[in-house]
């Protein structure tokens, strides 16, 4: 019989390096559900994973004569709260135009599909020059979807789409 052997530094070493990567690895994978059970309605399906930014490239959509583009930038602070940074360009000078994250992609006019309600989304002012500059944050629970940024010809018009962008970076 051989007597029990000690472990060396370099050993201990080692191990516990694998059993952190390996720890490590389990944290960044992502987790999907294969159960296919549906969400119940109105009921958001999973939250975005803290520390992922998402963000849209916005478009002029068409629809209209707007020549606005832009770029928005989500990055969690927890699950539920986004820190939002969003540029806009040639947009209607001086106007406060209302924006929201919505379900599917660009071009989906389903009403009152604000991810949210209209709460979360604060108004976007624009300057003379049809720029604007927002920086703040949103408190809203984002499906584990395909979403879209839609800004909006005003309040009375959340059907006149100006730009749009899908959201990307899940």
Known sequence: MRPPSVAGPAVVAFTLAFTLAFALAGCAS????????????????AAAAPGRPLTANLSPTGSTNSRMSGTISLTPVDANTFSVTMDLRSAPGNKQLPWAIRPGACGDLTPNSEIGGRGPYGAIQTGADGMAHVNTRIHVALPDQPMHVDVMQSNSQRDVILTCGPLAGR
């Open 30 to 45: 992502s987790s999907s559900s294969s159960s296919g059970a549906a969400t119940p309605a109105g009921a958001p399906a």
